[in-house]
């Protein structure tokens, strides 16, 4: 595909899937609060369970929480069911354009597993749809019904986590993550909780007593669901966070995070504080526990000292063919340096010094997935440069 028009698709793609995940995850904020907010209504009406007043925008509403009877059945009802397919669709399409269609520059990191990009394209795919079949199994079966369901489930979770983190880039495990969660969640959607909301409208339209427990069977999976939302989140912006990511015990750091945004969500939904505090907690320990190291050259700022010569060299042949006004790397050649990060003068170099230290020698996630075969003395120069005062002489 010609790589400008490709550009243009990614941004139409990104803009369409953010708008249909807020307009998902929105809604489903929206309801958690309405659910925790209804007054009870003296005297009740059949069928009430609560009712709610709000002001927006210049007009006042009245909102009743109800459930319906034998003959009952509402006329118009509004299903919530786009928002979350639409959002898996164009989810689904950015992951292609980013991660499946450029040879699996950003999900392949050969020193995690050397994998060929058809592999790792296998993988992802097959990752979304066993991620579903584990799951849906899993909570049909008997177990299910025990009280061992929970821990196995976040057990498998954690599975999954490090699995991942040994199989892609940190970026692309991370991603992965949240792709299978949102998958999960969207069939959720179509296979459980709509069809049983179906069944309960059919009954009462038909004259019978809707069976509750099929709506009690959609909220479970809707529960799910609910605490899901955060940890996917999450991994939407990840790749901003090459700190996380890029960390060597990434699939803690993803593992803790998980649980954190499952803990917050249980906060938001039941109002009580702790689980959030204890959320706070992991984020705490989080922000100590991947808290660069600074390489050893960098502590002692003697040793040789490095000439700008030198690191000019480095950055010449390890930075430039992506960070340079004319991309070399097949990658950029079309999209131009990544970023608008140039690394082609001196001005350039001395004003980036530190962010070119934080990813190449503590973080290193620069170069990206080591294409240029950066080596550890090279890293070692740059960092020494950095701690004598990153000069250009
Ligand atoms: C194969 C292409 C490629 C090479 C080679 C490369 N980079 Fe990058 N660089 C990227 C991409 C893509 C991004 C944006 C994504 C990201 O931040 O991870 C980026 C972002 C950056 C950023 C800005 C992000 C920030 O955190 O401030 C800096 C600084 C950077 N690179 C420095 C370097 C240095 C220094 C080298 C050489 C040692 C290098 N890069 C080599 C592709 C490359």
């Known amino acids: 595909m010609n790589p400008e028009i490709q550009e243009w698709l990614h941004l139409l793609v990104r803009m369409a899937h953010l708008i249909a995940g807020i307009m998902w995850i929105g809604t489903s904020f929206y309801f958690v609060w309405l659910d925790s907010s209804f007054k009870p209504m003296v005297p009740a009406p059949p069928g009430v369970d ?11 509403y009245r909102v009743e929480k109800r459930h319906f009877g034998a003959g009952e059945a509402p006329p118009g009802l509004h299903w919530f069911k786009w928002e979350a397919t639409f959002t898996w669709i164009t989810g689904f399409l950015l992951l292609w354009l980013v991660y499946y269609s450029n040879q699996g520059a950003y999900l392949i990191d050969p020193s995690v597993k050397a994998l060929s990009p058809h592999a790792a394209t296998l993988s992802g795919l097959g990752f979304l749809v066993g991620g579903w079949l584990v799951y849906d199994l899993l909570f049909r079966s008997p177990l299910a019904k025990t009280k061992l369901i929970n821990p196995i489930a976040l057990a498998l979770a954690g599975g999954l986590v490090w699995v991942l983190t040994h199989t892609f880039s940190g970026r692309g495990a ?18 459980h909780i709509l069809p049983n909301q179906r069944k309960m409208l059919k009954d009462a339209s038909e004259g019978k007593t809707p069976d509750q427990s099929l709506g009690l069977k959609a909220k479970r999976r809707s529960i799910h669901n609910s605490y899901m939302t955060l940890p996917v989140l999450f991994t939407m912006i990840s790749n901003h966070f090459a700190n996380l990511h890029g960390h060597p015990q990434s699939w803690l750091v993803l593992s803790l995070l998980i649980v954190a945004g499952a803990l917050v969500r249980r906060t938001m939904i039941t109002g009580h504080k702790l689980p959030a505090t ?26 040789e000292k490095v000439s700008f010569a030198q690191v000019q060299t480095i950055i010449a042949a390890r930075c430039t063919s992506c960070h340079a006004p004319k991309p070399t790397d097949e990658l950029f050649v079309a999209a131009g340096p990544p970023l608008g990060i140039m690394l082609d003068t001196p001005e350039r170099i001395v004003n980036l010094a530190p962010r070119i230290y934080e990813r190449t020698c503590v973080q290193k996630t620069m170069p990206l997935m080591n294409r240029t075969g950066i080596t550890e003395e090279e890293r070692d120069v740059l960092a020494r440069w950095v701690s004598q005062g990153a000069t250009n002489h």
């Open 50 to 60: 609560g009712e709610l007043y709000m002001v927006h925008g210049g007009f006042f």
């Open 174 to 191: 991370f991603i992965h993550l949240g792709a299978v969660f949102g998958t999960i969640m969207v069939l959720n959607v179509w296979v």
């Open 278 to 303: 204890i959320a706070a907690g992991l984020i705490v320990f989080l922000v100590f526990f991947t808290a660069p190291k600074a390489p050893a050259a960098a502590t002692t700022s003697g040793g």
